[in-house]
Every structure is written in structure tokens, then in C-alpha cells.
């Protein structure tokens, strides 16, 4: 390996690792502006855990940056939470604690790294679109063509495909799409027969062929190909704010079908944990910055959703706490509170060293292979 090679892994790693913690210090960063907003102590803004790479107080904050981006915390004084610090000032119950603001006030705290997020993914979004954004599935559907870059091999949930790689799609069921792929979806996704006719150009002669419709959730249809995409041309800003908010609303509701599929199927294939995100996050830096803007804008999307799962170490739980906790007129039981983050925490740190084992051995499945024969040959000696 050469030289260059090896310093292009080495910044790639450096940016990809800077990205991850720069999403996660985004949300962080939301809880903080909030507490500022409305007077609350935050004693500690950590970001990462490992040797601190970094510290320096900044007024009555003890700002932290440690070696391994995958985590952050900010410790808000008045809320005591299992895993953020040394919370000295849990207790305390002055006009700088939490416990002594407003039910809508604690409601936005909590609420502030999600909405920090969800703002900062919407920004990039709108940037890309005004510079120019990366040839991306993720952009479908302003950066598709009506080409076909590659036909989905046929199983039991995917109906074998006439259509052939470059063939150019021209109309379905006589509605011209060609160079037109926002048509073309919206005319498959929203078809309620079970198949169409799809005129296509192939090696310059049209041909007419007979499609069935596969169905990816209730009322949505989808052919059985994928579309090659291209960089999108910088739009004027009318033209930009409308695809950033389509594009949006439809990661947004990916990223909702996608939980709600690994619920209602209770299974967690095709689930990465953090292993996996910072190992496409390290990938994607390497190949192009516009692509890590929109990873990272991707991801930011997914952690303030996520956030909003109703357990008491996400957002979502401390905000029905916080609901609960109005409506009862009373704080719940220390005890009660902090056996139910115990749980939790457990349930989450269980669920996390399992998807990073799964992780390992997807990335580096020799490693298990050779371990797998050591373990073989120590045994028969």
C-alpha cells in the first residue's frame, strides 16, 4: 500500500469519524440551546467516551471531546439520568434546575436534540440541492433517470422482469415518462392494477412488454429494477426548498416503514448498529463529500427518529415522563424512576453489543473464520 493510499484511509477515517460525532454533537447541542433559552444549568457537554482528547470549561460548562465519537451527553442539572456524569447538581431544585421550569419548557429541552437534528439534515438537504447534489438513491426521485441499471433477481416476493439492463423506459400504460423519473414513480407507486404495459427503448428500437407490479407496503407499487442516477443540476431556491422538503418527508418515511417492519416482523436482519454506521460513514468519506453531507444528513434523520421511541433514555420516554409526571401532579418515585432507566439502559446495551457482533462479522467475516479454525485445531491437539 502506498503512501498516499494509506493517508487518503487515514483522513477518510478522520472525517468519517468526525462526521459520526458531529450528528450526535448536533442533537447534544439542541438540549443545550434549550437549557441556555430557559435558564438551566448544564454542568457537562460530553461528546464520546474513551480518553478525552479535549476539555475546557466555558462558563459553567465543562465542555469534553473524547477518542470514540459514539455517544454524547449533556448533563442538565435538576434531571438525573443513568450514564451522564458525575450529576452533582441532580438534586438541585433552584430557579437553574430543571425540575422548576414550565411543563412546556421541559417539554422543548428534551425535544431540542431532535429538533436539532431534524433541522440540520433539512439544511444540507436544501444546500445540496442548491449546489448540486451527488448521484444518490437516496435523492430518488431528482436524481433517477428512466433508465434500468440493474433488474432485481425474481424470489417470492419479487415478480420475475422482462426489462433488461439500459433499457430506457419511454411510457407505462401509454403515460410518457421518459426523462421523467419523478412520473415514473408516482404513476407505478399509485397504479392499483396488477400489472402494466411498459414501452421501452432498446438498443434504439421500442419495444412493448408486460410488467407485474411488485408491492412494497399497503397501496405502493414498484417495478422490479433499479434506476441508474445522476448528479442533480443546482436548482434555484423556489425549486430547491420544494425537493428538500419532498425529499425530506420521504427519507422520514422510509426510516418509519423501516422500524415498523422490523417490529411488526420482530426480527433485526438488515438492522446496523454503530459499527456498521461508522463503517459506511468512513466509506462514504472516501468517496465523496457531497455523498458524506447526505449520509450524515441521513443519519441525522434516523437519531432524531429514533429519539422519539417512547423508553426513558430516549427523548421520546423522558418527554411522556414528563407528560405523566403533569398530569398526576407529582414527580413519579426516585426508585421507580431510576429502576425503569435501568432496565432499559440493560435492554438498549444488550441490543447494541448484539448488532455490533453482527457487525463485526459482516465486515471482517475471515476474522471469525480464522478464529473459528484455531479454536478447531487447539482442540484436536
Not at 422482462?162 to 423519473?181: C, Q, R, W, Y
Amino acid at each position: 500500500m502506498s503512501i498516499l493510499s494509506i493517508l487518503n484511509t487515514l483522513t477518510a477515517t478522520a472525517l468519517g469519524l468526525f462526521g459520526f460525532g458531529l450528528f450526535i454533537a448536533i442533537h447534544e447541542f439542541g438540549h443545550f440551546f434549550f437549557c441556555k433559552l430557559f435558564n438551566v444549568l448544564t454542568p457537562t457537554f460530553s461528546i464520546g467516551f474513551g480518553p478525552k482528547l479535549l476539555s475546557k470549561k466555558i462558563g459553567d460548562t465543562l465542555f469534553t471531546l473524547s477518542l470514540i465519537p459514539l455517544g454524547g451527553y449533556v448533563e442538565i442539572a435538576g434531571n438525573e439520568e443513568v450514564g451522564q456524569g458525575e450529576q452533582k447538581e441532580s438534586a438541585r431544585a433552584d430557579e437553574r434546575s430543571f425540575k422548576t421550569k414550565k411543563t412546556y419548557q421541559k417539554v422543548l429541552i428534551m425535544s431540542g436534540g431532535i429538533l436539532a437534528n431534524l433541522v440540520f439534515a433539512y439544511a444540507v438537504l436544501f444546500f445540496l440541492f442548491i449546489w448540486g447534489a451527488p448521484a444518490s438513491k437516496l435523492l430518488s426521485p431528482y436524481a433517477l433517470t428512466t433508465t434500468v441499471e440493474k433488474v432485481l433477481p425474481a424470489s417470492e416476493k419479487i415478480s420475475a422482469s422482462a426489462l433488461h439492463e439500459k433499457d430506457i423506459i419511454v411510457s407505462i400504460d401509454g403515460t410518457v415518462v421518459e426523462n421523467n423519473p419523478e412520473l415514473l414513480v408516482t404513476v407505478i407507486a399509485k397504479n392499483d392494477k396488477p400489472e402494466v404495459q411498459v414501452e421501452v427503448l432498446r438498443d434504439n428500437q421500442k419495444i412493448m412488454l408486460t410488467e407485474k407490479l411488485n408491492e412494497c407496503t399497503p397501496g405502493k407499487k414498484y417495478l422490479a429494477v433499479s434506476l441508474k442516477t445522476v448528479a442533480v443540476k443546482p436548482l434555484a431556491i423556489p425549486a430547491a426548498f420544494m425537493a428538500a422538503n419532498n425529499t425530506f418527508a420521504r427519507l422520514s418515511g422510509l426510516i418509519v416503514s423501516a422500524l415498523k417492519q422490523l417490529c411488526a416482523q420482530r426480527t433485526l436482519e438488515g438492522a446496523g448498529g454503530p459499527l456498521r454506521i461508522l463503517s459506511e460513514t468512513i466509506k462514504t468519506a472516501r468517496t465523496s463529500l457531497l455523498l458524506f453531507l447526505l449520509l450524515l444528513a441521513f443519519l441525522s434523520i434516523n437519531l432524531a427518529l429514533i429519539n422519539l421511541i417512547p423508553l426513558p433514555i430516549f427523548d421520546g420516554g423522558q418527554i411522556i415522563t414528563i407528560l405523566i409526571e403533569k398530569l398526576i401532579g407529582r414527580e413519579l418515585p426516585d426508585k421507580a424512576r431510576m429502576g425503569i432507566h435501568l432496565t432499559s439502559w440493560a435492554m438498549i446495551l444488550l441490543l447494541l453489543a448484539y448488532l455490533t457482533y453482527k457487525d463485526f462479522n459482516a465486515l471482517f467475516p475471515n476474522i471469525k473464520k480464522n478464529v473459528v479454525q484455531l479454536v478447531h485445531k487447539i482442540r484436536v491437539a
